[in-house]
């Protein structure tokens, strides 16, 4: 069975070129021209994944992002002319798995698109356990020595990326497209932000962090003890 994606744009010269993309790599596809409608097609029956523009009258990007994350774990795209790093973590944060500016190439959508269907598809599994932090995949919850850890989408995606490689070095770039599945230039400043935050939250202290520990000159890495 193909999969689904659904479409929030006000544009329809936009909506009818990512269909046209889309169904011809074999997707369904279900157009809604603003955020109310996305929302109420998404209750009626919940897309594989959606990709959404950030403003739309009434209902933006932003707002639906939020109210299809209460819906379930669909993989989620927002597309902006806002390409700002503080949109994208803004975006990012809110919920969406992957932001990309406009103008677009179709190409590099459906590539993102198969490439988080491919994330979702993988995403199931054991929770994972070390360093004294639990992260379920199942129920998306991470504890800390046994107390739940308010993480956001983004700062989850990241612990999850570095516990599952523990002592494996990663990128900035490398981190990020594990985490989103793209890179953004200037997403190296996006990165320290995310890593900063995720420390606070679960680092006893964070400017001596022992669990994600930066290795000068390359990036960061997980160590389970």
């Known amino acids: 069975m193909c999969a689904n994606i659904l479409i929030a744009e006000d544009d329809p010269d936009i909506r009818s070129l990512l ?5 011809s790599e074999g997707f369904s596809v279900t157009e809604a021209e603003n ?8 209750r009626a029956q919940l897309p594989d994944m959606a990709v959404l523009d ?9 707002a639906l992002t939020r109210a299809l994350r209460r819906l379930g774990d ?8 806002k390409s700002r790093d503080e949109d994208k973590i803004l975006g990012l944060n809110l919920g969406a798995d992957d932001y990309i500016a406009k103008p677009f190439n179709p190409v590099e959508i459906v590539a993102r698109v198969k490439a988080q269907l491919r994330r979702a598809a993988r995403g199931a599994g054991a929770a994972l356990t070390a360093g004294g932090l639990t992260l ?5 919850a991470v504890l800390r020595d046994g107390a739940p850890v308010p993480l956001t989408p983004m700062e989850y995606k990241i612990l999850s990326v570095l516990m599952r490689s523990p002592g494996r070095i990663f990128t900035k770039l490398q981190l990020y497209e594990s985490a989103v599945g793209s890179y953004f230039e200037g997403d190296d400043n996006t990165m320290m932000v995310h890593i900063s935050k995720l420390r606070e939250k679960i680092e006893d202290d964070p400017r001596n962090p022992r669990r994600i520990v930066t290795v000068r000159g390359l990036g960061y890495k997980f160590v389970a003890r």
């Open 54 to 62: 950030v403003m739309m009258p009434g209902l933006d990007g932003y």
């Open 35 to 42: 955020g109310e409608r996305a929302l109420e097609l998404a």
């Open 74 to 81: 669909l993989p989620i795209l927002i597309l902006s002319a």
């Open 136 to 140: 379920d995949p199942s129920s998306l």
């Open 19 to 23: 269909r046209l993309y889309l169904e």
